[in-house]
């Protein structure tokens, strides 16, 4: 049987919050910074999403049907799109018409939801699905949870929701001696499978591609087809999930990260053993070989590969337990902008931003942090919160 | 290694944060096995010296004869170029100077002290004529003491260091604890500018006590960059330091705690603290200390109409000062400009939260403290609203204050001047 390269990328964009000073409490409640959002988003627009799409496209048609993608744009990314970069969204919606693009499911916010509120997530992930395919056309099938947090009753509640096929991160702690080159199923539910990122190879391309001080470098698609080849020979699957910025915004067009993707599909489908498939078509096409048990949550994030990026300290679980005592009030409430607001808040974003753990390491987090410091971060983001609490109908 | 080191103070005697980073410097290059001799205008013989060897300067015959004071003033050059500035210390008129002055004094002199200097050691008055004198002194203390390298902290000092550096040839570092710019902001004395600068031009080695301050010294005094380096400082806190105390008010106390001057930043405090106000009742305002800008401070509070929420307490020292940190929840340093800035450290030590402005030095070492421009008075009542309104920002930012806060030591800031005498002395070899 053919063994099988998966590629997914994450396409999100948060709702960056304007300076919300205390003063505003109680008497201007609208919260973000419309400039750093559209100015954000049509970069990104112009150095990533509507040039890679052009050469994916391109892609898909030289190769004929044999290279795949999967996406997974969150609901708060596409509600950006409209509003900021339409013919970026138009550009994702013509690959979907390809019928080589997957696009997955997620939470409509990039929320942190299924954390704290089984009910709260299925809504998020239902209006999610609504979402893709209004625009796509598609049903999803499969499942991406915000920055692939995973755990086992995470994992039950979204087979409960019908999807057969989930992605995560392949955790060093949790895999021990596996390779995470396989199918796995969840622990409570065999009925879900799993796909887990190979981190060594989707951050060969995600973090160290321009990196001249890496041994590897340059990074050629002949030096990575050999590296997958090598993984390959005994494994069934190798899952490449990454930001989709990664091209052209974290790797800048200059590093030749464009050159890079473009060659690499021959360079693959030249092993004649090796397939590139969808992350729905891997889990059908395998056999999963065992259950992963994941009784802690994990996510992709640090080296840490837990939630501690978002929930690890006290000001993020204050700003967390805060918003989601809204969670009933903003439900019957019945004012969609309140609702609205109430999703954009729960963006998992904003609880990055409050990490401390980037005194110390992290210069990922700095790189996406529009705060100084997490304090700065958590203070505004409460000032904001606090008008909201107002807005909540008593 | 054995430095000669040329300071004011010296605890327990001392006037500000100069003498106790001498303390704390002097410990750990001890630790080091560096030797200190350390050198201050006017000892009183109960500083503690298990770090240091100290030498009174008020002890030091400056000269026996005639011909060594000559000899003093063949070498240091430096000293006639001051001569207009002090016109007494030209070397022709200095020796009439001295010659009159013997003539008239001599038999005083040396009935009470020998041929020596009587300092102050304060900052009165007669400060120029002491430096000049304790120059001089160093001249004749570099010719007695046999060491590697010169030490001098702070512009009252640096004219010692050029002299006992012209005297002995050996190596002179200077470490820059403040700036005439930040004592006085762009209205300087010009005076102490040029002496500050001859120091900064005649070192081998320039250290400051932060980047802010490495950078007035390159920028203001247009000090080669490479010269210049950066050593914060630090602080031995032996234990954590939280008192009971009983409060007279239900209101949250956010104090200010400092000398009410220009570079202290008072008016911001009290603009925020109008900006607090507004929005919340339950919180009372304290700005306690003294300072040329007192008076306009209270009349700007009530201009403001906020006097029944803002109190001064005057000049407070010593337990009053522990006392009101243990009283406040919000601790607020929102200085213009601030070299290092010790007593946000003391804040945090006593477990209060902290708002430092960014033009600050000790901002650049602090994690857990609130960062603020001094002059974002927004930014400020909001950084303080913050604290009062939201628990988990205070309860972190007290834990890991703490701990950071602990985890400063001289030991690393002493490794970091040997490794700058070190190289200093390589390149000299």
Same mark, same amino acid.
């Given at each position: 049987m053919?063994k099988?390269?998966?590629?997914?990328?994450?396409?999100?964009?948060?709702?960056?919050?304007?300076?919300?000073?205390?003063?505003d409490?109680?008497?201007?409640?609208?919260?973000y910074?419309?400039f750093?959002n559209?100015?954000?988003?049509?970069?990104?627009?112009?150095?990533?999403?509507?040039?890679?799409?052009?050469l994916l496209?391109?892609l898909?048609k030289?190769y004929?049907?044999?290279?795949?993608?999967?996406?997974?744009?969150?609901?708060?990314?596409?509600?950006?799109?409209?509003?900021?970069?339409?013919?970026?969204?138009?550009?994702?919606?013509?690959?979907?018409?390809?019928?080589?693009?997957?696009f997955l499911?997620e939470?409509?916010?990039?929320?942190l939801?299924?954390?704290?509120?089984?009910?709260?997530?299925?809504?998020?992930?239902?209006m999610?699905?609504?979402?893709?395919?209004?625009?796509?056309?598609?049903?999803?099938?499969?499942f991406?949870?915000?920055?692939?947090?995973?755990?086992?009753?995470?994992?039950?509640?979204?087979a409960d929701?019908?999807f057969?096929?989930m992605?995560?991160?392949?955790?060093?702690?949790?895999?021990g001696?596996?390779?995470?080159?396989?199918?796995?199923?969840?622990?409570?539910?065999p009925?879900?499978?799993?796909?887990?990122?190979?981190?060594?190879?989707?951050d060969?391309?995600?973090?160290?591609?321009?990196n001249?001080?890496?041994?590897?470098?340059?990074?050629?698609?002949?030096?990575?087809?050999?590296?997958?080849a090598?993984?390959?020979?005994?494994?069934?699957?190798?899952n490449?999930?990454?930001?989709?910025?990664?091209?052209?915004?974290h790797?800048?067009?200059e590093?030749?990260?464009?050159?890079?993707?473009?060659?690499?599909?021959?360079?693959?489908?030249n092993?004649?053993?090796?397939?590139?498939?969808?992350?729905?078509?891997?889990?059908?096409?395998?056999q999963?070989?065992?259950?992963?048990?994941?009784p802690?949550?994990?996510?992709?994030?640090?080296?840490?590969?837990?939630?501690?990026?978002?929930?690890g300290?006290?000001?993020?679980?204050?700003?967390?337990n805060?918003?989601?005592?809204?969670?009933d009030?903003?439900?019957?409430?019945?004012?969609?902008?309140?609702?609205r607001?109430?999703?954009?808040?729960?963006?998992?974003?904003?609880?990055?931003?409050?990490?401390?753990?980037?005194?110390?390491?992290?210069?990922?987090?700095?790189?996406?942090?529009?705060?100084?410091t997490?304090?700065?971060?958590?203070?505004?983001?409460?000032n904001?919160?606090?008008?909201?609490?107002?807005?909540?109908?008593? | 290694m054995?430095?000669?080191?040329f300071?004011?103070?010296?605890?327990?005697?001392?006037?500000?944060?100069?003498?106790?980073?001498?303390?704390?410097?002097?410990?750990?290059?001890?630790?080091?096995?560096v030797?200190?001799?350390?050198?201050?205008?006017?000892?009183?013989?109960?500083?503690?010296?298990?770090?240091?060897?100290?030498?009174?300067?008020?002890?030091v015959?400056?000269?026996?004869?005639?011909?060594?004071?000559?000899?003093?003033?063949?070498n240091v050059?430096?000293l006639?170029?001051?001569?207009?500035?002090i016109?007494?210390?030209?070397?022709?008129?200095?020796?009439?100077?001295?010659?009159?002055?013997?003539e008239?004094e001599?038999?005083?002199?040396?009935?009470?002290?020998?041929?020596?200097f009587?300092f102050?050691?304060?900052?009165?008055k007669?400060?120029?004529?002491?430096?000049?004198?304790?120059?001089?002194?160093?001249a004749?203390?570099?010719?007695?003491?046999?060491?590697?390298?010169?030490?001098a902290?702070?512009?009252?000092?640096y004219?010692?260091?050029?002299?006992?550096?012209k005297?002995?040839?050996?190596?002179?570092v200077i470490?820059?604890?403040?700036?005439?710019?930040d004592?006085?902001?762009?209205n300087?004395?010009?005076?102490?500018?040029?002496?500050?600068?001859?120091?900064?031009?005649?070192?081998?080695?320039?250290?400051a006590?932060?980047?802010?301050?490495?950078?007035?010294?390159?920028?203001?005094?247009?000090?080669?960059?490479?010269?210049?380096?950066t050593?914060?400082?630090?602080?031995?806190?032996?234990?954590?330091?939280?008192?009971?105390?009983?409060?007279?008010?239900?209101?949250?106390?956010?104090?200010f705690?400092?000398?009410?001057?220009?570079?202290?930043?008072?008016?911001?405090?009290?603009e *925020? /603290?109008? @900006? #607090?106000?507004?929005?919340?009742?339950n +919180?009372?305002?304290?700005?306690?200390?003294?300072?040329?800008?007192?008076?306009?401070?209270?009349?700007?509070v009530?201009?403001?109409?906020?006097?029944s929420?803002?109190?001064f307490?005057?000049?407070?020292?010593?337990?009053?000062?522990?006392?009101?940190?243990?009283?406040s929840?919000?601790?607020?340093?929102?200085?213009v400009?601030?070299?290092?800035?010790?007593?946000?450290?003391?804040?945090?030590?006593a477990?209060?939260?902290?708002?430092?402005?960014?033009?600050?030095g000790?901002?650049e070492?602090?994690n857990?403290?609130?960062?603020?421009?001094?002059?974002?008075?927004?930014a400020?009542?909001?950084?303080?609203f913050?604290?009062?309104?939201y628990?988990?920002?205070?309860?972190?930012?007290?834990r890991?204050?703490?701990?950071?806060?602990?985890?400063?030591?001289?030991?690393n *800031? /002493?490794? @970091? #001047?040997?490794n700058i005498?070190?190289? +200093?002395?390589?390149?000299?070899?």
């Open positions: 053919k099988t390269l998966c590629l997914y990328f994450q396409v999100h964009q948060p709702y960056r919050l304007r300076q919300y000073r205390f003063f409490i109680g008497k201007n409640s609208y919260y910074d419309d750093a559209k100015t954000i988003m049509n970069r990104v627009a112009n150095r990533c999403y509507l040039p890679v799409n052009n496209a391109s898909i030289k004929n049907g044999a290279f795949k993608v999967a996406f997974s744009i969150s609901g708060i990314a596409i509600e950006q799109m409209e509003q900021y970069a339409p013919a970026a969204l138009e550009s994702f919606k013509e690959l979907s018409r390809t019928g080589c693009v997957e499911a939470t409509y916010s990039h929320s939801s299924s954390l704290i509120s089984p009910r709260k997530f299925k809504d998020q992930v239902a999610h699905v609504n979402t893709v395919e209004e625009h796509f056309g598609m049903k999803p099938t499969a991406r949870n915000t920055e692939l947090i995973y755990s086992d009753t995470i994992g039950e509640m979204v929701m019908g057969t096929t992605l995560t991160e392949g955790a060093r702690h949790i895999m001696w596996k390779s995470p080159n396989y199918l796995y199923v969840n622990a409570i539910n009925k879900l499978k799993l796909l887990l990122r190979n981190f060594r190879l989707s060969d391309i995600a973090f160290r591609f321009s001249r001080s890496w041994g590897d470098w340059p990074l050629t698609a002949e030096k990575y087809a050999g590296w997958l090598q993984a390959l020979e005994k494994d069934d699957i190798v490449v999930f990454m930001d989709y910025e990664s091209f052209g915004e790797q800048p067009a590093s030749g990260i464009f050159d890079f993707l473009a060659a690499l599909p021959g360079m693959i489908l092993h004649a053993n090796t397939e590139i498939l969808t992350p729905s078509e891997s889990a059908r096409k395998h999963p070989i065992a259950p992963l048990h994941v802690y949550a994990i996510s992709w994030a640090d080296e840490e590969r837990d939630v501690s990026a978002w929930l300290n006290e000001l993020q679980q204050e700003a967390f805060n918003l989601y005592k809204l969670e009030p903003v439900r019957d409430s019945r004012d969609p902008v309140l609702q607001d109430f999703r954009r808040l729960q963006t998992s974003d904003h609880f990055y931003y409050m990490c401390t753990k980037f005194f110390s390491d992290g210069d990922v987090h700095k790189y996406f942090n529009p705060y100084d997490p304090y700065e971060a958590f203070i505004n983001y409460m904001v919160l606090s008008d909201l609490t107002l807005r909540v109908p008593k | 054995k430095v000669l080191m300071g004011w103070e010296f605890p327990p005697h001392i006037a500000g944060g100069l003498g106790t980073a001498c303390d704390g410097l002097t410990r750990g290059l001890a630790k080091q096995n030797e200190v001799l350390f050198v201050m205008p006017s000892a009183s013989g109960d500083e503690d010296q298990s770090a240091v060897r100290i030498i009174n300067a008020s002890d015959v400056a000269f026996e004869k005639k011909e060594e004071a000559r000899q003093i003033f063949d050059h430096f006639k170029v001051t001569s207009n500035l016109p007494y210390l030209g070397p022709d008129e200095f020796e009439e100077a001295i010659d009159l002055e013997r008239k001599w038999n005083e002199f040396r009935i009470s002290f020998g041929n020596k009587k102050s050691g304060k900052y009165g007669n400060l120029m004529e002491e430096v000049m004198r304790y120059a001089l002194v160093a004749s203390i570099a010719r007695q003491y046999d060491f590697d390298i010169i030490h902290h702070d512009w009252l000092t004219m010692a260091g050029i002299a006992a550096k005297i002995s040839g050996k190596p002179l470490h820059v604890h403040a700036t005439e710019f004592r006085s902001g762009e300087i004395n010009t005076q102490v500018y040029e002496l500050e600068k001859r120091g900064m031009d005649q070192a081998d080695r320039v250290i006590v932060s980047n802010l301050t490495r950078d007035i010294v390159i920028r203001k005094y247009h000090i080669a960059p490479e010269k210049v380096m050593v914060h400082n630090a602080v031995d806190f032996k234990t954590a330091e939280s008192r009971e105390i009983e409060r007279g008010v239900p209101e949250k106390i956010v104090t705690l400092g000398r009410i001057t220009y570079q202290k930043g008072p008016e911001y405090f009290i *925020a /603290a109008y @900006k #607090v106000l507004q929005k919340c009742k +919180v009372r305002f304290v700005m306690a200390g003294s300072g040329d800008m007192f008076n306009r401070s209270v009349r700007r009530a201009k403001l109409g906020i006097s929420h803002f109190h307490t005057g000049f407070l020292q010593g337990e009053d000062v522990k006392n009101m940190f243990a009283y929840d919000v601790y607020v340093m929102p200085s400009s601030e070299p290092f800035g010790i007593s946000p450290l003391e804040a945090m030590r477990n209060v939260p902290t708002i430092i402005s960014k033009q600050s000790v901002a070492v602090l857990h403290a609130i960062k603020v421009d001094f002059w974002d008075v927004n400020l009542a909001d950084a303080i913050g604290l009062l309104n628990p988990a920002l205070s309860r972190m930012t007290v890991c204050g703490l701990e950071e806060v602990n985890a400063m030591k001289w030991d *800031a /002493a490794l @970091k #001047v040997k005498y070190e190289s +200093v002395l390589n390149e000299k070899s």
